[in-house]
Each structure stands twice: as structure tokens, then as C-alpha cells.
């Protein structure tokens, strides 16, 4: 693992992002090549089991009380249901279950209905994510005691641009939360969106966000932002050249997180449905290696399993078997420690 850093300069990722095209992929695809296996990618669904009516006012958000987006709020999901989905998400091919709540933070009264969720769904076989909110150093713990492999918490952008997008959490909260979570000894996943109106320099700030954290998140999730009406960047992006990442600018993000931190699963996440085959097969190239797949999102529409089955028989791809190299190294070095 001696290649793997934790004290990349902004200016060494904005060299990377300035490499001709064609470069950038190939070191990327290498470094891919490494740590992973090229022709599987990660299955994963996620699931909102609390949506809507949350306090932060997240531009992209169509969860948040701000927005006017329709969305309607609901309480916590009943245990037995969400359970009902994983294993319909099992039964698809899903090796992870995300589960998210549309929270600043989880009260305390609400954790022994998400312990009982993590206990069941991890009897299933699969491996368990949730996305929260923030969490306290002894929620960590319980949600660490309860078996949970992964906790979502997006970084969302650069830590200059991120004031312009949420103004009810700061930068800061959001990484003492990642603290708290590396912290119970849960697996980390944080990304971000691009697409919101940022610049280059910007998503050079997000990579080196997470690429100089103590130790790089397991997982990157990285969204295209997806515009919808009623939210303050959906109304704001709406008909301006702006709505849409350019395709090329976002598949050298991808590449340069690949690169920035290998053995991360880099996940395709939220804008996919709107990718062109051609894209979404450059950003596997790139090294994007874990997609959610179904319907949907929380409440943004996603590609759906016939989409995805048939562009992994395209492009000959199929789903990962395995541990993933983060995870599975961290025992290796454990096991070597206890030995």
C-alpha cells in the first residue's frame, strides 16, 4: 500500500485534471487495474425509509423544508418493510443496502428502530449503509455495534463553494461526523454532487477534501446534479448552460478520484439515468467501479435494472464477487496485528 497517499496538493489534482484526455483515463484505468477488477462493478440499492421534511436547507435538496418540490414528508419506515425491500434488492443482484433518512441528525428515540434494520438486513447476507444525518459519537457506536458496514455523509463540494450551496451545517460538522464514524470503526462513504454551478477549482477542492483525509473513505460516491423545480439549484440552474456538467469534465472527475485514491470504490451515482451509454461506459473506464442500481434514488428517477443489465452485457461487465480492496486489506493488516 505504499502507494497509497493521504498528502496529495491541490495543485498536483489540478495537474491531473488538466491532462489531455486520453492520458488521464490511461493512468486512471491503470491504477484501476491495480486494485480492482476491471470487468466487475458493484451492485447496490439505496432506499429512503424516512423522506422528506428535513430542516437543512441543501439547494439541490428536494427533501428539505425550503424547498417547494412536492415532496411529501413520511415518518420512519416499519422495520418488517424495509426489510421486505432488501431482500427484493438481494434477489436483484444487490451485494450493498443503502437506507437513508431525511434527518439533520437521528433522535435518540429513533435508534433502537434503526438497529433492529441493520441486525436484519445484515441476517440477510447483505452488506448495510446508512445516510442519517449527523451522528454523535455514541450513535456511532451503537450503529457499530449493531453490525453497520457503511455511513453515508457527503461532503457534497469544495469547502469554498459549499457555503453557497447549505448554510444550516458546516464543512466542519460534516467532517466531525466522518471522525465520529471512522472513529466506531464503521466503514466510511462520502462524495459529493458536481454539476451545482461550481468551477473546476472547485471539484479540485472536493478531491483533495477526501484524498487527504487520515484515511480515504471506502467509498466516493460522485453525483451529477440533478435539477429539480422546486429547489433552490434546480430553479436557479433551470435552461442555462449550467444545468448539466459537461460529460467529458465529469468523467475526469471520476479518473481523478480513481487516481487520488485507488482502492476507494468509486460509485456512479445520482444523474446516471440522464448518461448516455457512451458516458457511463467512459466512467467505468475511468474507474468507476459501484452503481445503485433500480428506479431510484431517494426521490430522483435512477436507470433501473433492464437499463443496467443491458449495458453490462454491452460492455461485457458484471457484478463484483468479493470484498472490496479497503475492506479486505484492513483485515489483512488487522489479522497480521493480532497474529
Given at each position: 500500500?505504499?502507494?497509497?497517499?493521504?498528502?496529495?496538493?491541490?495543485?498536483?489534482?489540478?495537474?491531473?485534471?488538466?491532462?489531455?484526455?486520453?492520458?488521464?483515463?490511461?493512468?486512471?484505468?491503470?491504477?484501476?487495474?491495480?486494485?480492482?477488477?476491471?470487468?466487475?462493478?458493484?451492485?447496490?440499492?439505496?432506499?429512503?425509509?424516512?423522506?422528506?421534511?428535513?430542516?437543512?436547507?441543501?439547494?439541490?435538496?428536494?427533501?428539505?423544508?425550503?424547498?417547494?418540490?412536492?415532496?411529501e414528508a413520511t415518518k420512519l419506515m416499519d422495520v418488517q418493510a424495509v426489510l421486505q425491500r432488501a431482500a427484493q434488492a438481494k434477489d436483484a443482484?444487490?451485494?450493498?443496502?443503502?437506507?437513508?433518512?431525511?434527518?439533520?441528525?437521528?433522535?435518540?428515540?429513533?435508534?433502537?428502530?434503526?438497529?433492529?434494520?441493520?441486525?436484519?438486513?445484515?441476517?440477510?447476507?447483505?452488506?448495510?449503509?446508512?445516510?442519517?444525518?449527523?451522528?454523535?459519537?455514541?450513535?456511532?457506536?451503537?450503529?457499530?455495534?449493531?453490525?453497520?458496514?457503511?455511513?453515508?455523509?457527503?461532503?457534497?463540494?469544495?469547502?469554498?463553494?459549499?457555503?453557497?450551496?447549505?448554510?444550516?451545517?458546516?464543512?466542519?460538522?460534516?467532517?466531525?461526523?466522518?471522525?465520529?464514524?471512522?472513529?466506531?470503526?464503521?466503514?466510511?462513504?462520502?462524495?459529493?454532487?458536481?454539476?451545482?454551478?461550481?468551477?473546476?477549482?472547485?471539484?479540485?477542492?472536493?478531491?483533495?477534501?477526501?484524498?487527504?483525509?487520515?484515511?480515504?473513505?471506502?467509498?466516493?460516491?460522485?453525483?451529477?446534479?440533478?435539477?429539480?423545480?422546486?429547489?433552490?439549484?434546480?430553479?436557479?440552474?433551470?435552461?442555462?448552460?449550467?444545468?448539466?456538467?459537461?460529460?467529458?469534465?465529469?468523467?475526469?472527475?471520476?479518473?481523478?478520484?480513481?487516481?487520488?485514491?485507488?482502492?476507494?470504490?468509486?460509485?456512479?451515482?445520482?444523474?446516471?439515468?440522464?448518461?448516455?451509454?457512451?458516458?457511463?461506459?467512459?466512467?467505468?473506464?475511468?474507474?468507476?467501479?459501484?452503481?445503485?442500481?433500480?428506479?431510484?434514488?431517494?426521490?430522483?428517477?435512477?436507470?433501473?435494472?433492464?437499463?443496467?443489465?443491458?449495458?453490462?452485457?454491452?460492455?461485457?461487465?458484471?457484478?463484483?464477487?468479493?470484498?472490496?480492496?479497503?475492506?479486505?486489506?484492513?483485515?489483512?493488516?488487522?489479522?497480521?496485528?493480532?497474529?
Open positions: 500500500m505504499t502507494d497509497i497517499r493521504t498528502d496529495w496538493t491541490r495543485e498536483e489534482i489540478a495537474a491531473l485534471f488538466d491532462l489531455p484526455f486520453t492520458e488521464l483515463l490511461f493512468r486512471a484505468a491503470s491504477v484501476h487495474r491495480d486494485h480492482h477488477p476491471p470487468e466487475q462493478v458493484q451492485l447496490c440499492t439505496l432506499l429512503s425509509i424516512k423522506t422528506g421534511g428535513c430542516p437543512e436547507d441543501c439547494g439541490y435538496c428536494s427533501q428539505s423544508v425550503k424547498a417547494d418540490s412536492g415532496v443482484g444487490s451485494q450493498r443496502f443503502c437506507m437513508g433518512a431525511a434527518w439533520r441528525n437521528p433522535k435518540d428515540r429513533d435508534m433502537p428502530a434503526i438497529v433492529k434494520i441493520v441486525q436484519g438486513v445484515r441476517e440477510m447476507g447483505l452488506e448495510t449503509c446508512m445516510t442519517l444525518g449527523m451522528l454523535t459519537p455514541t450513535q456511532a457506536e451503537m450503529l457499530a455495534e449493531a453490525g453497520l458496514d457503511y455511513y453515508n455523509h457527503n461532503i457534497d463540494s469544495s469547502p469554498e463553494y459549499y457555503e453557497r450551496v447549505i448554510t444550516t451545517r458546516s464543512m466542519d460538522e460534516r467532517l466531525e461526523t466522518l471522525a465520529n464514524v471512522r472513529a466506531s470503526g464503521i466503514n466510511v462513504c462520502s462524495g459529493g454532487i458536481v454539476g451545482m454551478g461550481e468551477t473546476r477549482a472547485d471539484r479540485v477542492g472536493f478531491v483533495h477534501t477526501l484524498a487527504t483525509l487520515e484515511q480515504h473513505p471506502e467509498s466516493v460516491p460522485v453525483n451529477a446534479l440533478v435539477p429539480v423545480k422546486g429547489t433552490v439549484l434546480g430553479d436557479m440552474l433551470a435552461d442555462t448552460p449550467l444545468a448539466k456538467i459537461d460529460d467529458i469534465e465529469f468523467v475526469r472527475t471520476v479518473a481523478v478520484a480513481r487516481i487520488t485514491m485507488p482502492l476507494s470504490m468509486v460509485r456512479l451515482s445520482a444523474g446516471r439515468e440522464s448518461m448516455s451509454e457512451a458516458t457511463q461506459a467512459l466512467c467505468f473506464l475511468a474507474g468507476a467501479n459501484s452503481i445503485f442500481t433500480g428506479d431510484k434514488l431517494l426521490t430522483a428517477p435512477n436507470a433501473g435494472d433492464d437499463s443496467d443489465g443491458a449495458l453490462f452485457a454491452k460492455l461485457g461487465l458484471t457484478a463484483l464477487q468479493g470484498e472490496e480492496p479497503l475492506r479486505a486489506s484492513g483485515r489483512a493488516c488487522k489479522a497480521v496485528e493480532d497474529a
